[in-house]
Structures are given as structure tokens and as C-alpha cells.
Nanobody, 127 residues
Framework: QVQLVESGGGLVQAGGSLRLSCAAS????????MGWFRQAPGKERESVAA????????YYADSVKGRFTISRDNVKNTMYLQMNSLKPEDTAVYYC????????????????????WGQGTQVTVSS
């Protein structure tokens, strides 16, 4: 069992930055593929970024490439999403998720393959 808790969301002006954190409990965190997903009102949940067990392989959606950086600290059992140059279209609820069946990531990630999810954190970018 893995429990995930996101933090770091908030309201920011366009061009600003936020850093999301995902704190995980459970002994298998360091071997799990992890990902960030987001869902805006009226839209389907979409993949934002993903990272393999070691942090050596990453995925980014085209819409966030060059602006967002995913990372993980397996000692602290925490995953991060550094978001720079934020745009109003980045406004959404952001979720972190863990796939306990894989240490590698599928590109693009498939949300249904991620078994454990956090409660989400709201990110609002004003224009």
C-alpha cells in the first residue's frame, strides 16, 4: 500500500513558478514509477510528467516541456514538480500517482495503470 499527499499548489500570476511536492508512505516508493497528472474543469485527466524509479528516465507532455521539471528523492520518499513560466492554461487540479507494478515508465503514461493517487492540489494561474 502506498499513500500519497500532494502540497505546494496555489494561486500564481502568469509567468510565475510553483513547486509541487508529493510525499509518499510505503516501503516500495523507491521502486515505483511515479507521475504527475492534472485535470481542468470539464476536461479529461491528462499526463503531465512521469519519472522512473531512479529518476534517470522522465516523460513530459509537449505542453510543459522546457517549463516543468519532475524529480524524486527516494531517501525522503518525495517526488517534486517544479513548474516555471506558468500559463493560465496550466490551471488544474494536479495529482501525483504511483504505479507499484513498474519501476520503468510508459511513454506517454497511461493514467489507468497508476494504482495509487493523492487527493490533488489546486494550481490556479491568473492572466
Amino acid at each position: 500500500q502506498v499513500q500519497l499527499v500532494e502540497s505546494g499548489g496555489g494561486l500564481v500570476q502568469a509567468g510565475g513558478s510553483l513547486r509541487l511536492s508529493c510525499a509518499a508512505s510505503g516501503r516500495t516508493f523507491s521502486t515505483n514509477a511515479m507521475g504527475w497528472f492534472r485535470q481542468a474543469p470539464g476536461k479529461e485527466r491528462e499526463s503531465v510528467a512521469a519519472v522512473n524509479w531512479s529518476g534517470g528516465d522522465t516523460y513530459y507532455a509537449d505542453s510543459v516541456k522546457g517549463r516543468f521539471t519532475i524529480s524524486r528523492d527516494n531517501v525522503k520518499n518525495t517526488m517534486y514538480l517544479q513548474m516555471n513560466s506558468l500559463k493560465p492554461e496550466d490551471t488544474a487540479v494536479y495529482y501525483c500517482a504511483a504505479d507499484p507494478r513498474r519501476s520503468w515508465i510508459r511513454q506517454p503514461p497511461v493514467p489507468n495503470e497508476y494504482r495509487y493517487w493523492g487527493q490533488g492540489t489546486q494550481v490556479t494561474v491568473s492572466s
